[in-house]
């Protein structure tokens, strides 16, 4: 994992997500879209990953 690619905001999304349990929710408490909170744990998820594999 490149720690230096994650941002802040990233890891508040993830927390919100793992504490609400999905997106929806977690977009509701955050005040965000729900495609944001998609596309910020797509983005950590890649920078996991870089490579597609899992």
């Given at each position: ?17 793992a504490?609400?349990g ?18 910020a ?11 597609g594999?899992?």
């Amino acid at each position: 994992m490149n720690l230096e690619a994650i941002k802040l905001s990233q890891l508040r999304i993830l927390v919100a997500v793992a504490n609400c349990g999905n997106f929806s929710e977690a977009a509701l408490q955050l005040g965000i879209s729900q495609s944001a909170v998609s596309h910020a744990v797509a983005s950590l998820e890649e920078d996991q990953h870089p490579d597609g594999q899992s």
